[in-house]
């Protein structure tokens, strides 16, 4: 009698578990917001493919249950999926109920799909629209200057998977582009032909539910439309040519230079454009100050900005070139020959150098108009192009700056507190320090490796760039068969840029957690983020994992930060100043720099400030600990600092002051 109650009591329980759970599936369905998201999603598709949209918003959803033709054979029905995504199960002609996107786990395999794409620079093609998740998975990767071109005949399908997605900002924006004919080829070069801005698909998703065959055959589409969309581009993008050509004949050489030369130390008159290669974010964030301060110069300036698909094919720079005509062109580590499509003759191309060594063939003065010249942040370049065979008359030194616009004091408020008041702050892209992510295949690399972090994290105050040599001399003692170039250039990249970034903020930043201080981590937002399974800054590895904030920009956002944390920590072994500590300095930022040995050279910290006096520099972990209690309890003195750093970087170090120097080396016989 009692087993006989425990199993009503059971199969009762059991009863109402799939009672609830039927209950709370249908409140989720309820309350999703389908109709919203699809009036959002076609109001965005409106401003750019009114016809598309329309087509889509005209499908009428064979719903189950509903007042449509209940005996057609395609029924659809909302669901919640077994990951606990909202997603619609259709009913076909063989009776069958089918998930959509072939999947009844949207969110997970959509995640394991795009973590088998490797996302390239270029613009994308995908197969259909599944379910959604992979192409708002596509898209939270991508960068702002690249589209997401989806192949999908059937308009309801697009329809469904709008009502599950907010596709808007990417559908405004032209990042996600429907192609919905049925002649795919002919669709996509007409849509090529009609947005001559887009740069060509590069790339096409294999998904795992085809075949290889069917996923071949799609690949070889793909290629045929892009194939035939090149050569129509091209010719549009010769006409283009052949007008600028015009324009640059009409033109002479004394309105350029009449144009840059500046009056009462201002630029009226000056057009400027810059021409972006999307390489990295400290490329894409020099060639928009720089501009900058041609601006505040009162020069008429042009940004490439990297957020929107179509402005970076050729047909799209050589018409803003023949748009703009301007006297002037930034270039970011690049020279007038690299620069894909023609570009006028009689326009002078400034190329702004970041101090990172170029590649093989890069460095060629062949490449350069008669009146181009290169700027180099660091001496060393600039010999190292004169070597090259760059004339003097076409390398100028000119040291690094800020724009002071863009980084300034402010008033900061509650907000900006409860976000970043913190004691110190540091920004920083912690990279791997796990020997295999280098390479570094032999057992004695892999030891000396090894010992290096090791010898770093225990005594990160011992370390400068002579220790490399050191280093040198015990991996030959090791038995490394390396020449002594490669291995010398390959220990200093990787002490300089790897271990800055790594060992040694870790060991001074756990320095102040130890001692209490408040302490918070920032990296820097990427151009694109990162995909899936991808770890760009490897953050889960470090003993400050808990101490991370996340990303931050590289505007509004970080000036708040500057302005609000009480201090922030710079970090640059190589003794070089890079643009994080002048657009902290601008913004009224107590900066505390770690020392190096080579603070004094040539483009050291002591080109830009005196320690002691307008920077505060620190050594050991113990040294910084107490340099940061006295200023967390000195008020004053830490405010007079920040005042005196401040107005050195104003006076001294703005890209205003910068541009007006680069002007007076064009304009100079």
């Not at 795009?114 to 613009?123: A, D, F, L, P, T």
Request: aromatic share 8%; proline share 4%; with cysteine.
């Amino acid at each position: 009698m009692l087993k006989q109650s425990i199993d009503c009591s059971a199969a009762k329980s059991s009863r109402l578990s799939k009672t609830s759970l039927s209950l709370a599936t249908d409140d989720i369905i309820n309350r999703w917001p389908a109709e919203a998201l699809l009036q959002n999603n076609l109001a965005a598709l409106r401003s750019r493919e009114p016809i598309l949209a329309e087509r889509i918003a005209q499908v009428i959803l064979p719903l189950e249950n509903s007042d449509t033709n209940s005996t057609s054979a395609l029924q659809v029905r909302m669901v919640v999926a077994r990951d606990g995504s909202v997603t619609f199960r259709l009913h076909d002609a063989n009776g069958k109920w089918n998930w959509l996107g072939f999947s009844s786990t949207p969110r997970l395999s959509g995640r394991a799909n795009v973590k088998r794409i490797k996302v390239e620079q270029g613009n994308l093609a995908m197969n259909g629209i599944g379910h959604g998740m992979e192409a708002k998975g596509v898209l939270d990767i991508f960068g702002g200057h690249q589209a997401l071109f989806v192949t999908e005949k059937n308009p309801l399908l697009l329809n469904l998977v709008l009502r599950l997605h907010d596709f808007s900002t990417a559908l405004a924006g032209g990042r996600l582009v429907f192609i919905a004919e049925e002649n795919m080829i002919e669709g996509l070069v007409h849509y090529f032909e009609t947005h001559p801005g887009y740069n060509l698909i590069t790339q096409c998703v294999a998904w795992p539910w085809l075949t290889d065959a069917e996923n071949h055959a799609y690949h070889q589409l793909i290629n045929q439309a892009v194939d035939a969309s090149a050569l129509r581009l091209q010719n549009a993008v010769n006409q283009l040519h052949s007008q600028l050509q015009e324009y640059d004949q009409q033109r002479s050489w004394s309105e350029v230079e009449s144009a840059l030369r500046p009056t009462n130390n201002t630029a009226d008159g000056l057009q400027v454009i810059n021409i972006s290669r999307i390489n990295s974010i400290e490329q894409y964030c020099r060639s928009r100050d720089a501009l900058a301060g041609l601006a505040q110069l009162g020069a008429q300036c042009h940004w490439q900005m990297s957020d929107r698909p179509e402005i970076m094919s050729p047909w799209a720079q050589t018409e803003r070139l023949l748009r703009q005509k301007p006297h002037l062109i930034i270039l970011i580590d690049t020279l007038r020959g690299h620069i894909k499509g023609a570009m006028p003759e009689k326009v002078i191309a400034a190329t702004l150098a970041t101090g990172r060594t170029w590649q093989d063939g890069m460095a060629d003065a062949t490449l350069m108009g008669p009146k181009d010249a290169v700027f180099t942040t660091t001496k060393q370049q600039h010999d190292e192009l004169i070597a090259a065979g760059f004339a003097h008359h076409q390398v100028f030194h000119l040291p690094l700056a800020t724009d002071t616009q863009r980084y300034h004091p402010l008033e900061t408020d509650e907000k900006f507190h409860s976000e970043y008041a913190f004691d110190v702050a540091l920004i920083c892209d912690r990279l791997c320090t796990k020997p295999e992510s280098y390479q570094i295949n032999l057992p004695t690399h892999q030891a000396l490796w090894r010992q290096l972090v090791s010898d770093l994290r225990n005594q990160p105050e011992r370390y400068s760039p002579q220790e490399a040599d050191k280093l040198i001399r015990r991996a030959q003692r090791c038995g490394v068969e390396l020449r002594q170039d490669d291995l010398q250039r390959f220990f200093r990249d990787m002490l300089n840029h790897v271990l800055a970034e790594a060992v040694l903020p870790e060991a001074y930043g756990m320095a102040l957690v130890r001692e209490g201080i408040n302490l918070g981590v920032w990296y820097n937002t990427p151009l694109r983020k990162s995909g899936a399974g991808t770890r760009l800054h490897y953050w889960d590895e470090s003993p400050l994992a808990n101490r991370l904030i996340g990303p931050i920009d590289h505007g509004e956002e970080r000036n708040r930060l500057f302005n609000t944390a009480r201090m922030i920590l710079y970090f640059n072994p190589s003794g070089r100043v890079e643009r994080l500590l002048l657009d902290a300095a601008a913004a009224g930022a107590m900066v505390l720099v770690r020392g190096s040995r080579d603070d004094r050279r040539t483009d050291g910290l002591g080109a830009y400030f005196t320690p002691g006096e307008d920077i505060i520099t620190f050594d050991t972990p113990a040294d910084l600990v107490r340099k940061v209690r006295f200023y967390l309890t000195h008020e004053p003195q830490r405010k007079a600092l920040v005042q005196k750093t401040c107005q050195t970087v104003i006076t001294r170090h703005s890209y205003q002051i910068r541009m007006r120097e680069m002007l007076e080396r064009l304009t100079t016989p």
